[in-house]
């Protein structure tokens, strides 16, 4: 029997008991909240908002404020001085480092030792205990664990803290019995420089016995192609003949999907995606041929969720208490049991970490109610909505894909933004892409993506319409490497860190371009 086999029977207890996200979704739900109320009410932030008095949601909900960083950044700043007791019980010693898509502004996420083991490791062992479970012949423990991260922060780091990206936080302190099926070594995997990471875990893993990968997928396919030059072989599965699934996450796999296939030629190669964001775990792919992921109701978060029409309005009483805020206001914001299929939301958490009805900056869709699965389409500030055509990086996603398999195409990767007015009184999307594979015609590349668009968003259809309001998308070719000397030069090149796909104003395309332009 495989070593697989043996460990597989461990993963037993906990895959017969997460099929309560099936029977009993809402019981978890409650069981959550309740927990975060007892564990918080004697912490500065509990107090304050009454949590002893706190008995069923309605109580939450009027007594506990929505929260954007800037509502809680004064409270985490003394947190990261060493202050204990303001938003979580005790001290809260690392902060995942986060400037989110939009944003150039350092957001620091508190991690709490319950947050780091409930949700983040206990995510991660679910997503190997739902892959054996749909996969019987497995051998994933027969090898090693290509796991790709960030570095730590010291220039953040104050007397009471300590600060990194989360995947650094994660492997810093990862049980040591983890490393023993884990690779490249720790002192690689925290380093800060990509380029020299990206080299010195091509060596480090070329001749080891790889099963599967975990990370990135943009960063992750940049190790891999390393992987390929120094091995001088034409697939990757020649190098790594075992190699089974890839968790990947933090950004839409749909863009490299046809990259990988063509790289790992073989059947037996699966994918699975995972929703680990700084702020907490909260979703994984628990069917292969569903595309959608489980929302996880047992980590000690609380999910609440806006709809995105209604979310500037509600987002505009962050910080406010809410008795103070209308009532219309507050009855848009709704917990699970509130849910329907096919609405976009904004989604908000409260969590083991200290983070209180927080608007995480991510949108969602669900897909079903039964059990309640979803796909993420955006963020609350990564969208182009200039013209009142309420474009998000979903619909770009799915047209994007549209296109490419109309032509031949394969994306590596891509920005847009509003062009307001040109010299022609003309106003536009622009559209700069990094092509893997060109198309076989960029002007029917663009017919194709500017349709699909229409056809999936009636407000873009509607702005479109005889290209009074918008004009056919600009489609810009970018030189190869471009979106990775870009991130390179804001120091920002690994880990975490994301291309802005969709951004309603143009200082990302503008510093793009003018790099483009040079070359």
Not at 33 to 38: I, K, M, N, Y
Not at 341 to 364: H, K
Not at 456 to 481: F, V
Not at 494 to 511: A, C, D, F, H, I
Request: hydrophobic fraction near 35%; aromatic fraction near 10%.
């Amino acid at each position: 029997m495989s070593l697989t086999g043996i460990i597989r029977n461990a993963f037993i207890p906990r895959q017969k008991k997460l099929l309560l996200h099936n029977s009993a979704p809402l019981q978890l739900q409650r069981e959550a909240l309740e927990h975060l109320v007892e564990r918080a009410k004697h912490t500065e932030y509990g107090q304050k908002h009454s949590f002893n008095s706190i008995k069923k949601y309605e109580d939450f909900s009027k007594q506990v404020p929505l929260n954007t960083y800037e509502e809680l950044k004064d409270d985490i700043h003394r947190m990261r001085h060493g202050e204990q007791n303001i938003l979580w019980p005790g001290q809260v010693k690392w902060y995942a480092k986060s400037s989110g898509t939009t944003n150039d502004k350092s957001k620091f996420i508190p991690v709490s030792p319950e947050g780091l083991n409930a949700m983040h490791y206990k995510g991660g062992r679910d997503a190997v205990a739902m892959y054996l479970g749909n996969n019987t012949k497995s051998r994933i423990f027969d090898g090693r664990a290509l796991i790709l991260g960030g570095s730590h922060s010291p220039n953040y780091n104050l007397p009471g803290s300590l600060v990194g990206d989360l995947s650094a936080i994660l492997i810093e302190n990862i049980s040591p019995l983890a490393n023993l099926v884990r690779v490249p070594c720790k002192q690689t995997a925290l380093l800060s420089d990509f380029e020299l990471k990206r080299d010195r875990i091509a060596h480090e893993t070329i001749e080891k016995n790889i099963t599967n990968l975990s990370g990135v997928p943009s960063w992750m396919l940049s190790v891999l192609m390393r992987v390929m030059e120094l091995s001088g072989k034409k697939y990757l599965n020649e190098v790594w003949p075992n190699l089974e699934v890839f968790f990947h996450g933090g950004v839409s796999f749909t863009p490299y999907r046809k990259q990988y296939e063509q790289l790992i030629v073989t059947p037996d190669m699966h994918y699975m995606e995972t929703y680990n964001a700084s702020e907490g775990f909260f979703g994984l792919q628990n069917d292969p041929s569903d595309a959608s992921m489980l929302l996880m109701l047992d980590y000690g978060v609380f999910y609440e969720f806006i709809p995105t029409d209604k979310f500037d309005e509600s987002i505009s009483t962050a910080g406010v208490e809410q008795q103070l805020i209308e009532p219309e206001k507050q009855a848009c914001i709704v917990p699970l049991e509130g849910v329907e299929p096919g609405v976009n939301y904004a989604m908000l958490i409260s969590t083991t970490c200290g983070l209180w009805r927080y608007v995480i900056g991510d949108t969602i869709r669900f897909t079903s109610v039964n059990p309640y699965k979803f796909v993420i389409t955006g963020r609350t500030k990564h969208f182009i909505n200039a013209f009142g055509e309420e474009l998000i990086v979903d619909n770009a996603e799915q047209g994007l894909a549209h296109a490419c398999r109309e032509t031949g195409a394969e994306v590596l990767e891509y920005t847009a933004a509003p062009v307001f007015m040109d010299n022609n009184a003309k106003c536009r999307h622009q559209w700069l892409i990094e092509f893997a594979q060109q198309p076989d015609s960029l002007e029917r590349f663009g017919n194709l993506l500017d349709k699909k668009l229409q056809e999936i968003n009636s407000d873009y259809e509607a702005k479109r319409h005889k290209d009074i309001t918008l004009q056919h998308p600009e489609i810009i070719c970018a030189r190869k490497g471009l979106f990775e000397d870009w991130m390179k030069s804001r120091g920002k090149l690994g880990g975490q860190n994301k291309v802005p796909r969709l951004s309603n104003s143009r200082q990302y395309v503008e510093q793009l371009m003018s790099m483009n332009d040079k070359e």
